[in-house]
């Protein structure tokens, strides 16, 4: 089992090398696909390359007054008034899902210094033509935790052009 550190390193660790030109679609799923990259620790000049892709489900709206019965199950009575406090201003989130499915991932393990591997990916991959590619630096013993860093940060990046879509459909 992992460490916190373990996490905090591989979190800490995770570089987007080439991010996707797109955000995540608003009304519909959005699929991306990634190239994750990592030193073996135990080997010298050997890089394995994780291709695969994480499907984005459309955000949904949470309104206020359904927050808390999505969001709080397990929470305490604090909680539960805090989500009531947001009920009452009124705010209103977007919930996004994710679904990564091991299967879809193909491994191959490279020779060659990191920095090298990464410029031959990034001259196969042609943006123009996959504008939802993206190349990741990571952790190999903690990939997963890097590849969740990323689809957080894409999340992050997405959600004002998804409220602004949502309000200019009135939705909001």
């Not at 890089?47 to 927050?67: H, K």
């Not at 947001?86 to 991932?105: I, N, P």
């Not at 491994?107 to 993206?134: C, D, F, K, S, W």
Request: glycine share 6%; hydrophobic share 40%.
């Amino acid at each position: 089992m992992k460490s916190e550190d373990d996490f905090q390193y591989a979190v800490e660790n995770t570089k987007v090398i080439v991010a996707p030109d797109r955000r995540i679609a608003t009304f519909g799923s959005t699929s991306f696909r990634f190239h994750l990259v990592s030193e073996l620790l135990d080997r010298v000049n050997v890089v394995r390359v994780r291709d695969g892709r994480i499907e984005a489900d459309q955000p949904r709206i949470v309104s206020p007054q359904n927050f808390s019965k999505v969001l709080l199950e397990g929470f305490g009575e604090k909680a539960r008034r805090y989500a009531d406090s947001l009920e009452e201003h009124k705010l209103t989130f977007l919930k996004y899902g994710f679904q990564f499915r091991k299967g879809d991932v193909i491994e191959e393990v490279v020779h060659g210094a990191l920095p090298e591997v990464i410029e031959r990916i990034q001259g196969r991959i042609n943006p123009a033509e996959e504008p939802l590619t993206a190349i990741i630096e990571g952790v190999d013993d903690a990939w997963e935790v890097c590849l969740l860093k990323f689809t957080v940060d894409l999340v992050q990046q997405s959600a004002g052009g998804n409220v602004n879509d949502f309000r200019r459909r009135g939705l909001l």
